[in-house]
T-cell receptor, first 113, second 115 residues
């Protein structure tokens, strides 16, 4: 069974600095999707970035980028130039080819002014 | 495009009462889901639907029922609420295809307190 592990329950970063959130997953599939979701205090889950497993190039969305290591089954999120609005809970998620979806338990990110 | 909407946003129930949470999406998505979120446990799938008229159990289905009579709506029912069902409930939807899959779209959540 696929599992998603976020080993950092809490992280903090100074405003304007860079922070990396870790995610590892377990799968026997070769074709799947990975996602990072952001959940601010408003509780709305917002898709931050996605990565298709067949793509070697790491996804980038403005200040957000991922380091996708398929062989290591690692999918970390890097937030550059952190802003106060980045403070939120971040969830890593895996979507199998059979549309099974698995979430990690989340990392709470604090941004220090 | 409203995306995914949920009603109500907040509700207080007494033990044994029943209620229905409504989820609506206007993106013509085939798949819809109900999750609950509890501290330290992330999101857990309650029930899901892969199309109109179909539903299936997720990870934590006990105590809940669902119906998908229309493609755009997915209802979550609690027949006899229990304090253990105090949680934040999220509805989500997604399209079925794998190619170009864009992820799930989530509603704003419903906070339920069962006394």
């Amino acid at each position: 069974a696929q599992t998603v592990t976020q080993s950092q329950p809490e992280m903090s970063v100074q405003e304007a600095e860079t922070v990396t959130l870790s995610c590892t997953y377990d799968t026997s599939e070769s074709d799947y999707y990975l996602f990072w979701y952001k959940q601010p205090p408003s509780r709305q889950m917002i898709l931050v970035i996605r990565q298709e497993a067949y793509k070697q190039q790491n996804a980038t969305e403005n200040r957000f980028s991922v380091n996708f290591q398929k062989a290591a089954k690692s999918f970390s999120l890097k937030i550059s130039d952190s802003q106060l609005g980045d403070a939120a809970m971040y969830f890593c998620a895996y979507r199998s080819s059979g549309n099974q979806f698995y979430f990690g338990t989340g990392t709470s990110l604090t941004v220090i002014p | 495009n409203a995306g995914v909407t949920q009603t109500p946003k907040f509700r207080v129930l007494k033990t044994g009462q029943s209620m229905t949470l409504l989820c609506a999406q206007d993106m013509n998505h085939e798949y819809m889901y109900w999750y609950r979120q509890d501290p330290g446990m992330g999101l857990r799938l309650i029930h899901y639907s892969v199309g109109e008229g179909t539903t299936a159990k997720g990870e934590v289905p006990d105590g809940y029922n669902v119906s998908r009579l229309k493609k755009q709506n997915f209802l979550l029912g609690l027949e006899s609420a229990a304090p253990s069902q105090t949680s934040v409930y999220f509805c989500a939807s997604s399209y079925a295809g794998l190619a170009g899959y864009t992820g799930k779209y989530f509603g704003p959540g419903t906070r339920l307190l069962v006394l």
